[in-house]
T-cell receptor
């Protein structure tokens, strides 16, 4: 079945440093979604990427979808304490309603 | 954005009893809803796909007789943990997609989650 791997599992950064999490799928994806889950909260949708090589930005967050549509990354520039949480990628292989979540990257920002 | 309401947010029950968790889409219709389980510091594991008017589709390893799913309307799905045991203690989260969206290209909206503790 489809597997989605995500690294790193944990990342501690000093406030102001950059952060990147990577997602890799065992199969070609039709789309990939990114979610953020704050401690004690539920996942909240951030963005969806559909096109090969697509790059989208949301303020300090940059999302990329690989040319082969098998990998993706989320990059945060100049992290802030409000960025703390776990970031999940979720891939979909098309033809199916369900998505497969990566294990998540827990980001800790040290003030 | 769209809202998915999940109830209760937390529940403590005795071993051997059953617990029902509700998932409602408040401002959209959802033919399909999803139930996840999340262990501490781990990812969301899909348990089953709930389909309105038909049987749920369970993921491998998930006992359908233990985790009963009912999707009685386009806005409500329920998950009943039957004869709960301490190992069933976990965080259960539902999600739903708006039927007006483009199928699997549509974002999923998550409920707040239910923290189940079986003692």
């Amino acid at each position: 079945g489809q597997q989605v791997m995500q690294i790193p599992q944990y990342q501690h950064v000093q406030e102001g440093e950059d952060f990147t999490t990577y997602c890799n799928s065992s199969t070609t994806l039709s789309n990939i979604q990114w979610y953020k889950q704050r401690p004690g909260g539920h996942p909240v949708f951030l963005i969806q990427l559909v096109k090969s090589g697509e790059v989208k930005k949301q303020k300090r967050l940059t999302f990329q979808f690989g040319e082969a549509k098998k990998n993706s990354s989320l990059h945060i520039t100049a992290t802030q304490t409000t960025d703390v949480g776990t970031y999940f990628c979720a891939g979909n292989s098309g033809g199916y309603q369900k998505v497969t979540f990566g294990i998540g990257t827990k980001l800790q920002v040290i003030p | 954005g769209a809202v998915v309401s999940q109830h209760p947010s937390w529940v403590i029950c005795k071993s051997g009893t059953s617990v029902k968790i509700e998932c409602r889409s408040l401002d959209f219709q959802a033919t399909t809803m999803f139930w996840y389980r999340q262990f501490p510091k781990q990812s969301l594991m899909l348990m089953a796909t709930s389909n309105e008017g038909s049987k749920a589709t369970y993921e491998q390893g998930v006992e359908k007789d233990k985790f009963l799913i009912n999707h009685a309307s386009l806005t409500l799905s329920t998950l009943t943990v039957t004869s709960a045991h301490p190992e069933d203690s976990s965080f259960y989260i539902c999600s739903a997609r708006d039927d007006r969206g483009q199928g699997w290209y549509t974002e999923a909206f998550f409920g707040q989650g239910t923290r189940l503790t079986v003692v």
